[in-house]
């Protein structure tokens, strides 16, 4: 188990892989089928939010405040209560030391000639905290704030606004991806300490581990890299094999890296950092201890 010094000194790296590779939604709220695809003043029976600290009103679609028609039916963050809601997402499972991307539609309230807030937390504004101050007259517009997990399983999205004039902020389209999966990784697998003779022309084995929500068979190894060093190519092909290295019942993935292009330069905290990407587009990044020893 790594520990949270650890953690918190190897996060930021994964934020250098970002937008390179596809991502994964984990969780997505457009709010059109609510209320069965009708509007509803104060509503607070969502399937994916709860509704404190005052009330919101589902509109758009079908009502009188239908100023953008594509975007289905969205919430107007002050109620018909004269006191802005607080829209709070049921927990969403987050894989740890991950990086996820967080984005939403805000638009301006349409009505009065006044500039509205809302409030965006993740967990309470430990992992992502953003308020919003827009122009009445402005349409939707997207905005997204990318994070690192951390050592949190779960997120918990809200949205609060502000005022209690029955007309606030407009949102829709919430959306969390996760971008960069954190894996599991053993170099060397069955060694320790990892001792790495940086002179030797041969190949380190690095298992890269499956769990129940992540695949290792399904990245490519031709994408893998450790400590900038590529996976070894014999016979015009990767050395690589699929083998349940930790005896769990899912195959792992295990790929054998060239020893003498490893950079000890890229090296934090005594690891060593893989990074890869899936078949289907999305990075992965995983750490292990690592020990140069003389040549």
């Known amino acids: 188990?790594?520990?949270?010094?650890?953690?918190?000194?190897?996060?930021?790296?994964?934020?250098?892989?970002?937008?390179?590779?596809?991502?994964?939604?984990?969780?997505?709220?457009?709010?059109?089928?609510?209320?069965?695809?009708?509007?509803?003043?104060?509503?607070?029976?969502?399937?994916n939010w709860s509704v404190s600290d005052g009330s919101v009103d589902l509109i758009g679609l079908g009502s009188p405040w239908d100023w953008f028609p594509s975007y289905g039916l969205f919430i107007?963050?002050?109620?018909?209560?004269?006191?802005?809601?607080?829209?709070?997402?049921?927990?969403?499972?987050?894989v740890p030391n991950s990086t996820y991307t967080l984005t939403y539609d805000l638009a301006g309230n349409q009505r009065m000639d006044q500039d509205d807030s809302v409030i965006v937390l993740v967990n309470g504004g430990s992992l992502v905290n953003?308020?919003?101050?827009?122009?009445?007259?402005?349409?939707?517009?997207?905005?997204?704030?990318?994070?690192?997990?951390?050592?949190?399983?779960?997120?918990?999205?809200?949205?609060e606004g502000t005022g209690n004039d029955n007309i606030g902020m407009l949102l829709d389209n919430v959306k969390l991806e996760i971008v960069i999966l954190a894996v599991e990784i053993d170099i060397k697998p069955g060694s320790y300490p990892n001792s790495i003779n940086l002179g030797s022309k041969g190949v380190i084995p690095v298992a890269i581990f499956s769990s129940q929500d992540f695949d290792a068979t399904t990245v490519d190894p031709g994408t893998v890299q450790l400590a900038g060093s590529g996976v070894a190519v014999r016979g015009n092909k990767f050395m690589s094999h699929e083998e349940d290295v930790n005896g769990d019942g899912l195959m792992d993935l295990v790929v054998q890296v060239e020893t003498e292009n490893l950079n000890p330069n890229t090296f934090q905290c005594g690891y060593a950092e893989l990074t890869g990407t899936t078949y289907e587009g999305l990075s992965i990044v995983g750490w292990d201890e690592i020990r140069i020893v003389p040549k």
């Open 1 to 47: 188990m790594k520990s949270f010094l650890m953690i918190l000194c190897l996060a930021i790296l994964t934020f250098a892989m970002i937008g390179v590779a596809n991502s994964i939604v984990v969780f997505e709220d457009n709010f059109d089928a609510e209320n069965g695809g009708s509007y509803l003043l104060n509503y607070d029976t969502f399937a």
């Open 76 to 94: 107007d963050m002050d109620g018909s209560t004269s006191d802005a809601g607080k829209m709070t997402s049921k927990p969403i499972a987050l």
């Open 130 to 159: 953003n308020v919003h101050s827009i122009y009445w007259e402005k349409p939707f517009a997207t905005f997204s704030v990318t994070f690192n997990s951390g050592t949190a399983t779960n997120a918990i999205i809200s949205f």
